[in-house]
């Protein structure tokens, strides 16, 4: 199992991004996907979920705001994070569960700053 995520990078406040992950090695369809973010010197925190029948689960701090889609054909998960904020600012992770087992991806750096 590979998650391979990609399109952090610098953004100003109220600004966009969308982060993509790439599965591969699993039977994505049936799989939930999930972000997670980790700030320096703070805990690894659920952002947003989506399962196999695409309900969707949001932190409080992101509603309104992200939203996670995910599109079975191209097994890629995504998480289109609009009015972006400097306490957004943390390393994005990819995220499944495959027959009990945890599986992270490399994590892509998203950093808000004017």
């Known amino acids: 199992v590979q998650l391979v995520e990609s399109g952090g990078g610098l953004v100003q406040p109220g600004g966009s991004l969308r982060l993509s992950c790439a599965a591969s090695?699993?039977?994505?369809?049936?799989?939930?996907m999930a972000w997670y973010r980790q700030a320096p010197g703070k805990e690894r925190e659920l952002v947003a979920l989506?399962?196999?029948?695409?309900?969707?689960y949001y932190a409080d701090s992101v509603k309104g705001r992200f939203t996670i889609s995910r599109d079975n054909a191209k097994n890629t998960v995504y998480l289109q994070m609009n009015s972006l904020k400097p306490e957004d600012t943390a390393a994005y992770y990819c995220?499944?569960?495959?027959?009990?087992?945890?599986?992270w991806g490399q994590g892509t750096q998203v950093t808000v700053s004017s």
């Open positions: 995220h499944s569960v495959v027959r009990d087992t945890d599986y």
């Open positions: 090695g699993i039977i994505f369809s049936i799989n939930s």
């Open positions: 989506i399962t196999s029948g695409t309900s969707t």
